[in-house]
């Protein structure tokens, strides 16, 4: 039967059940206009005394932008409980489809995949490895000229000697967050991570049975609110993840705040994953330190890097850790059993990129820089739009709280009536509701496109309250 709230079908807008003796099946097409997650399942209560009673045993699955099919006698994990993807790839899957149901075009600015091309020399690297023959299984860690390597450029840029025993190669950055949460936290250990934050810091300290601990970010996007951090800290403390520049916030945590946070390790005896994927990609003259390169951290830092972002090599799928050389010993099975090892030619890739001329990498931070200043001028012209300057990675956390309505609601009409895609604050935390998230990495004319777009749509919305609009001056 046809579900109808005076305005369009809510078997589109919500949902539709379908059941069988064995399966219930609940399915939903995107978030619909106004409808959080609790709102549906309070639809589909309402409606479910419609269907067929015969199966009243079945569960029911509530869930955004897929289709669940859980057998009756089926329950999963406790340490799944509260796991989730990142909501980038469900934005990406549903702006594909709006592309193939409307025939239009939409603007992508809800992922962080650079425009530019990978550099031809690491291509042709990658090229000749895979002519050479070189396909076979590699050593777990990682081939020991990319590992040396590495340990070279870590020295070289954070100021502190690096072995290459404390280099861990893998298939992206995000083995070395997850098997370092494996590696180091036991059941109830708690993990402070940045809300918002990137979304596997949660993901990493599920699956290790940890209690994720997220502590809110100042308004600017920075650095953590220090006061609230510090009432976080507890003897179950076992790691802090600092990811600066951040993703989503772009913001470039001070060094005043960086060393605290060294202070506070070293007094309450915790370990700092330094995710700095985006340390190629910083704005600002004066560059802050890695607490990797303080004293008395290298012991206690496991310092997360990567070739995706700096060297335009998403696809690659090659990242780096450096950590004490007795947890890359635990490291080694890991990968062994998870992965296997990184593809040789992927790794022939990574020694070019580090090796060949690093021109690129700075032509690319400039050109970021302008994008970003574009985005930041137009977004703080907008009514009821406030837009802190991010000072790094390549990402802008406009505040459209002013509207009214929720991040996933706004995101929802970006995408549907303006035809263009960016991420709710909300993928990031819950202290990123009020938020949305723009990748600026597209070319500029699209990035102007983009803006346009959002600012008509946005034009057609009213204000209900005041934002921080103020609070910045509308240049970078």
């Known amino acids: 039967m046809p579900w109808k709230d005076g305005r369009r079908d809510l078997g589109r807008k919500v949902g539709f059940i379908s059941f069988s003796p064995s399966v219930s099946v609940v399915g939903f097409v995107g978030l619909g206009q106004g409808h959080k997650t609790c709102c549906k399942g309070a639809l589909l209560r309402q409606y479910y005394r419609r269907v067929d009673r015969s199966h009243s045993g079945c569960k029911m699955t509530v869930a955004d932008s897929q289709v669940d099919v859980v057998p009756q006698d089926f329950l999963f994990p406790s340490r799944l409980q509260g796991f989730e993807s990142e909501g980038a790839y469900s ?22 995949q650079p425009s530019e091309p990978t550099p031809k020399h690491i291509v042709d690297a990658a090229c000749n490895s895979l002519q050479a023959g070189e396909t076979g299984y590699t050593l777990p860690l990682g081939i020991a000229a990319l590992r040396e390597e590495i340990a070279k450029h870590v020295s070289e840029t954070r100021g502190v000697i690096v072995s290459p025993k404390e280099v861990v190669v893998g298939p992206g950055a995000k083995p070395g967050l997850f098997f370092t949460a494996l590696s180091i936290l036991h059941p109830g250990d708690e993990v402070i991570y940045p809300d918002p934050g990137f979304p596997t810091y949660k993901a ?7 209690k994720p601990v997220p502590v809110p970010m100042r308004p600017d996007g920075k650095s953590f609110d220090m006061t609230t951090l510090e009432k976080a800290i507890s003897p179950k403390t076992k790691l802090l993840i600092l990811n600066s520049p951040n993703n989503p916030t772009g913001g470039v945590m001070p060094k005043e705040d960086i060393l605290h946070i060294a202070e506070l390790a070293q007094q309450h005896n915790f370990y700092v994953v330094a995710d700095e994927i985006y340390s190629r990609l910083v704005y600002t003259e004066e560059k802050p330190p890695s607490i990797f390169s303080l004293p008395g951290m290298k012991e206690r830092t496991i310092l997360i890097d990567g070739f995706s972002k700096a060297y335009s090599m998403t696809g690659f799928r090659l990242g780096w850790a450096i950590m004490p050389e007795f947890l890359t010993k635990k490291m080694e099975p890991l990968l062994v059993h998870a992965v296997g090892c990184t593809p040789p030619f992927v790794q022939a890739a990574g020694l070019a990129a580090l090796r060949g001329s690093q021109e690129s990498v700075e032509q690319m931070a400039k050109e970021y820089q302008k994008r970003r200043d574009l985005v930041v001028k137009e977004l703080n012209s907008i009514p009821g739009v406030w837009c802190p300057i991010p000072e790094g990675a390549f990402y802008a956390f406009p505040d459209v709280s002013s509207f009214g309505m929720s991040s996933k609601q706004i995101a929802n009409i970006l995408l549907e009536k303006g035809m263009v895609a960016v991420l709710p604050g909300t993928d990031f935390g819950a202290n990123g509701e009020g938020r949305i998230r723009i990748s600026y990495v597209a070319p500029m004319d699209m990035l102007k496109e983009g803006l346009k777009r959002i600012r008509e749509t946005l034009a057609t919305l009213p204000t209900v309250n005041s934002n921080n609009n103020n609070n910045n001056n509308g240049t970078a």
């Open 91 to 112: 934005v990406m899957v549903a702006a594909s489809e709006l592309e193939k149901r409307t025939g239009k075009k939409v603007i992508r600015l809800e992922i962080g």
């Open 204 to 210: 990493m300290s599920i699956i290790a049975e940890a």
